[in-house]
């Protein structure tokens, strides 16, 4: 594998220096000209900058530039010894920034990562908790640490954080996982939701189905609105009858553990309209509360009430407790990576917008009409 990016600007500059190119006092490129120079983001030049500073070549003065020290003398153990002696190679740092892991999403995609990685990078990970303050210094840490470039997946917030808007358009090397900026170009990796959508009420229809209640929560993300315009898209091509009194909102944040409040809310619009036959949940906990919900009136999942969701933890044996879309967070994962070599190695070249389809799990929460 190639050696990173930094250490060829680190040799390149220090060779220079060595060479007499540069003498002691003399200003060096900034770390935007090198980052023009070599194709690579300001991180990445900044990082060889600060090794040859550690190593007493050059004096970085804060808003004046960087210069060649009077002293140059080498280190007995240079930075690029210490580069190349971690674990004996050139391998790229990674740096994975997950909100949460739990049981219907998060846990396979990061080992999918892991493994990826395997042989490739060297990966270190954090976990913001869904906090996007916590969010902010994970960021801060692993690209002053420095790493080679970042996989994040975004908390669950209706901004993104200002640190991943700045590294976008300072062409850091940064794959987002299932969320998408929607004001500038990016390389991000996710569920074709659109797809799944209509995977999930294509299915629904089949079953015959047509009264449908859509359970949404507060809609604070990209992958909630993309859902939700893709039911009306579905609709709009197929005639799918859209009756969005049966819609029931705003059930919590997508981060929020569902309440009882939510359960109640579920339940008396099922009492309010005993029509409905299947409910479609964007999220695996609002199926887990319908479910409940039904219980409370009287009504059987699976029997007079149809139930499909996003994500549902799979059973070690027989079929899963709800009919679900399956994300595919295997292939999330080792996308995910493949961009972000990619990027560190070409850091040059048009944003990436991957999607993977997701796969209809068929549970035991549907009945046919």
């Given at each position: 594998m190639d050696e990173p990016l930094y250490l060829k600007i680190y040799q390149s500059l220090k060779q220079d220096i060595e060479n007499g190119v540069y003498k002691p006092g003399d200003q060096v490129p900034t770390e935007g000209g090198l980052a023009d120079l070599f194709h690579v983001s300001k991180i990445t030049s900044k990082r060889a900058l600060n090794m040859l500073a550690e190593e007493g070549l050059l004096s970085r003065q804060k808003g004046r530039g960087t210069f060649v020290s009077h002293k140059t003398s080498t280190p007995a153990v240079s930075n690029f010894a210490k580069a190349s002696s971690f674990s004996g190679d050139f391998l790229p740092r990674i740096g994975l920034i997950y909100p949460e892991m739990n049981g219907h999403f998060g846990l396979e995609t990061v080992t999918a990562i892991a493994d990826a990685c395997h042989g490739k990078a060297h990966l270190f990970f954090a976990l913001s908790h869904d906090d996007q303050k916590r969010e902010e210094e994970a960021i801060l840490s692993m690209s002053s640490a420095p790493v080679d470039g970042l996989i994040v997946f975004p908390g669950?917030?209706?901004?993104?954080?200002?640190?991943?808007?700045?590294?976008?358009?300072?062409?850091?090397?940064?794959?987002?996982?299932?969320?998408?900026?929607?004001?500038?170009?990016?390389?991000?990796?996710?569920?074709?939701?659109?797809?799944?959508?209509?995977?999930?009420?294509?299915?629904?229809?089949?079953?015959?189905?047509?009264?449908?209640?859509?359970?949404?929560?507060?809609?604070?993300?990209?992958?909630?609105?993309?859902?939700?315009?893709?039911?009306?898209?579905?609709?709009?091509?197929?005639?799918?009858?859209?009756?969005?009194?049966?819609?029931?909102?705003?059930?919590?944040?997508?981060?929020?553990?569902?309440?009882?409040?939510?359960?109640?809310?579920?339940?008396?619009h099922l009492t309010k309209h005993p029509e409905i036959t299947a409910l479609f949940a964007f999220q695996y906990p609002l199926a887990v509360a319908a479910d409940q919900a039904a219980r409370r009136i009287g009504r059987t999942t699976g029997k007079d009430l149809s139930i499909l969701c996003f994500d549902s933890p799979l059973p070690l044996f027989g079929r899963p407790q709800f009919t679900h879309l399956h994300q595919d967070e295997a292939a999330i994962g080792e996308k995910a990576v493949e961009l972000l070599l990619e990027l560190i190695s070409h850091p040059v070249q048009a944003p990436q917008n991957v999607k993977i389809p997701a796969k209809l799990v068929e549970g035991e929460s549907f009945f046919t009409l």
């Open positions: 669950t917030s209706q901004f993104l954080n200002p640190r991943l808007l700045q590294m976008v358009i300072d062409k850091y090397p940064l794959v987002l996982i299932d969320q998408n900026i929607q004001i500038i170009q990016q390389t991000s990796v996710g569920t074709d939701n659109a797809l799944a959508v209509s995977q999930g009420l294509s299915y629904i229809s089949s079953q015959g189905h047509k009264n449908v209640g859509i359970l949404l929560p507060t809609i604070d993300n990209s992958v909630l609105q993309e859902r939700c315009d893709a039911v009306f898209q579905y609709s709009a091509i197929t005639g799918f009858p859209l009756k969005q009194e049966l819609w029931l909102k705003d059930l919590g944040h997508s981060s929020e553990i569902v309440s009882e409040e939510s359960i109640d809310r579920i339940a008396l």
